[in-house]
């Protein structure tokens, strides 16, 4: 089992950056994938951005370019670089960890002005 705290969230006008983190409750080194998702109002959730414990990534394609997920082994905590940020944005961003089972953090917004 793992918990997942999201930060790093909030406002910024368009074209900006931010970058979000999110800190494991233990060693991230062997846990399968690490992962971005968002959920924007009246709408499903959906992947953002994937990194596997070998460091393979995937990203959606209305990311691609714009953000980069990296991940830090040794202090347990995967990051989530969005730069050129657009309205269309705008969600709450999860973390979750796949390992067997998959485990979410809480979330924490992202807002983007025009």
């Known amino acids: 089992q793992v918990q997942v705290v999201e930060s790093g969230g909030g406002l910024v006008q368009a074209g900006g950056s931010l970058r979000l983190s999110c800190a494991a409750s233990?060693?991230?080194?062997?846990?399968?994938?690490m992962g971005w998702y968002r959920q924007a109002p009246g709408r499903q959730r959906e992947l953002v951005a994937t990194?596997?414990?070998?460091?393979?990534?995937n990203y959606a394609d209305s990311v691609k370019g714009r953000f980069t997920i990296s991940r830090d082994n040794a202090k347990n905590t995967v990051y989530l670089q969005m730069n050129s940020l657009k309205p269309e944005d705008t969600a709450v961003y999860y973390c979750?960890?796949?390992?067997?089972?998959?485990?979410w953090g809480q979330g924490t917004q992202v807002t983007v002005s025009s």
């Open positions: 979750a960890a796949d390992n067997r089972l998959r485990y």
């Open positions: 233990r060693s991230i080194f062997n846990i399968n994938a």
């Open positions: 990194i596997t414990s070998g460091g393979s990534t």
